[in-house]
């Protein structure tokens, strides 16, 4: 574990200045941790297959196969969460239609009377997609299943020039916080950094770091987080660029206040579609689910913090926001590995129930 001791961030800042930029440090040496957003679970073995009670139907006569799939298209028996699994299973000469699952409807489902079929009886079917070709082979036994495998989520390699650009970042977002808090505020900070290499900085146009403060205390208002203030602050920045341009019109409903910051006043001039796309996030503390999902929205790279706040973070603690099922973004989180000491040593310490 690093030194705790409040300018313990000059002496990680201090590994990395020797040697070649361009050298890769291994995972174990980094000062931060990756937190995997998905977990996968292969079931590679019959033991570990996670199944539920479905209903189905056997099929008489191979004929009616066609008739009754169109049936089971209008009867609103199909859910989202079976598109793993195929609707018709054939043994030699037996086919049985996949009806529904039993926790939605826990009655045998009513069959049209002109299909003449048997009444629906219940069976247990693989409750998610094969990821590997073993776990495909033991669920087609149940059920036949979607092989859908998914790639691997490796950690990204770090050169030692790219470390100390996030050292020095985290070392900037902790001495905002601690002026936030000189100031009477929360402790609590975020700072979007110039990104490291010159292909991302010429991408996103950013050419100067943002940083924000929490000033819910200061503004009476219960909204004014750190990391909403610093997607504001991206906001307005990139309305000020003179070649900016309209974002695309987005469908997802989000708050009056959340929607102000991720589009911030100047959002007919944004400049991107959307704010932070391919940058960075440093924060003092892992940010609340509301603040998680405006990142999402945002379109946020990668997100660094210092301190996990167990009961309200969205990254991680209380939830993992970009980890959920159907989110149409993901991004990457990064936790340090002494941020809970620095949190005593540097002044930083919240409620555990407080919402960063």
């Not at 000189?182 to 700072?191: C, F, Q, S, T, V």
């Amino acid at each position: 574990m690093l030194d705790p001791d409040p300018d313990s961030l000059e002496e990680v800042v201090g590994r990395f200045i020797d040697g070649d930029l361009d050298d890769l440090i291994p995972e174990e040496n980094l000062p931060f941790t990756h937190l995997k957003l998905v977990q996968d679970e292969e079931e590679e073995v019959m033991s570990a297959v996670r199944t539920e009670q479905a209903w189905v139907v056997a099929l008489p006569d191979p004929k009616q196969a066609a008739d009754t799939l169109k049936w089971l298209k209008i009867s609103g028996l199909e859910t989202a969460d079976m598109d793993h699994l195929k609707r018709i299973r054939k043994q030699s000469s037996q086919m049985t239609l996949l009806l529904t699952y039993t926790r939605t409807h826990p009655s045998p489902p009513s069959l049209p009377p002109a299909l003449a079929l048997p009444a629906p009886y219940t069976l247990l079917v693989p409750r998610s997609a094969a990821l590997t070709q073993t776990s495909l082979q033991l669920k087609n036994t149940l059920w036949p299943t979607v092989y859908a495998p998914r790639r691997k989520h490796e950690a990204e390699p770090w050169a030692r020039a790219r470390v100390r650009w996030a050292c020095a970042a985290m070392r900037r977002v902790v001495q905002e916080a601690r002026a936030a808090r000189a100031r009477g505020e929360l402790p609590i900070a975020a700072y979007v950094p110039v990104p490291h290499d010159d292909e991302t900085r010429a991408a996103t146009q950013l050419s100067r770091p943002l940083i924000a403060g929490d000033t819910r205390v200061s503004a009476a208002h219960p909204l004014r987080h750190a990391v909403l203030n610093a997607i504001r602050a991206v906001a307005e920045y990139r309305a000020a660029l003179p070649d900016a341009s309209p974002p695309p019109a987005s469908a997802d409903a989000v708050s009056e206040d959340m929607r102000e910051a991720c589009e911030g006043g100047g959002a007919t001039r944004n400049g991107t579609h959307y704010l932070l796309t391919s940058l960075t996030l440093f924060t003092t503390h892992e940010p609340c689910i509301m603040c998680s999902m405006a990142l999402l929205h945002s379109r946020v790279k990668e997100v660094f913090y210092l301190i996990p706040m167990d009961k309200t973070g969205g990254c991680g603690g209380a939830a993992c926001v970009p980890g959920l099922k159907g989110v149409n973004h993901r991004y990457a989180i990064n936790r340090w590995r002494a941020g809970r000491d620095w949190a005593v040593e540097c002044g930083l310490e919240v409620g555990p129930g407080t919402d960063a």
